[in-house]
């Protein structure tokens, strides 16, 4: 699979487009969706299943170097109200502070990000390593390990700095419920 098959497929969902639509309408620095609505899309599509088959929310990274709770919590909120219409759960964060927050939250060391993408490149799963956002009239994708995994129904951990075998484990089998057909692999 290329990247204009995978949009192809992750553009199925219209949530997947409303919300990409209003990251450009708000202008939000480096904002990109991300993750699990766009792949699940994907695997949604390919298995014949509803496109929002076991999506739980649908994740929004942008950068904003304002680095404060207030800032955040107004994107936040602006989000909530101009995307409620679509009943869904959008969760919005900014990259800028996650270095801030996830080590308390996960005891787990978080190096500051200088990019939305860098953000994406510490998933936990290779697999879900996708982004999408508009660029003037089109769609940029960001997808460091390609699309071989999303393909193939693949779950792949992706052992970097911050990576949790227990939380890998409770993704996959969530993941391994949903949509039976994936092949999950191992974390090591």
Not at 1 to 23: C, G, W
Not at 93 to 106: E, I, S, T
Not at 137 to 150: E, I, K, L, N, Q
Request: proline fraction near 6%; charge should be negative; include cysteine.
């Amino acid at each position: 699979m290329d990247s204009a098959r995978f949009l192809a497929l992750a553009l199925k969902n219209p949530v997947n487009v409303a919300i990409i639509d209003e990251l450009a309408q708000l202008a939000l620095p480096d904002a990109w969706l991300v993750s699990g609505c766009l792949v699940q899309t994907v695997w949604n599509v390919l298995t014949g299943r509803a496109v929002d088959h076991g999506i739980a929310d649908y994740d929004v990274f942008y950068f904003d170097p304002d680095t404060s709770w207030e800032a955040e919590d107004a994107v936040i909120r602006t989000l909530q109200a101009r995307l409620a219409h679509l009943g869904v759960k959008v969760e919005a964060r900014n990259q800028a502070r996650v270095h801030l927050w996830y080590p308390g939250k996960h005891g787990l060391p978080y190096p500051p990000l200088t990019c939305s993408t860098e953000g994406i490149d510490r998933f936990l799963t290779q697999n879900t390593q996708v982004g999408v956002r508009r660029v003037g009239g089109d769609f940029d994708v960001y997808a460091p390990h390609g699309f071989d995994d999303v393909a193939g129904l693949i779950a792949r951990p992706n052992p970097g700095p911050n990576f949790s075998a227990a939380n890998y484990a409770v993704k996959a089998a969530r993941w391994k419920a949903l949509w039976p057909e994936i092949t999950v692999i191992k974390a090591e």
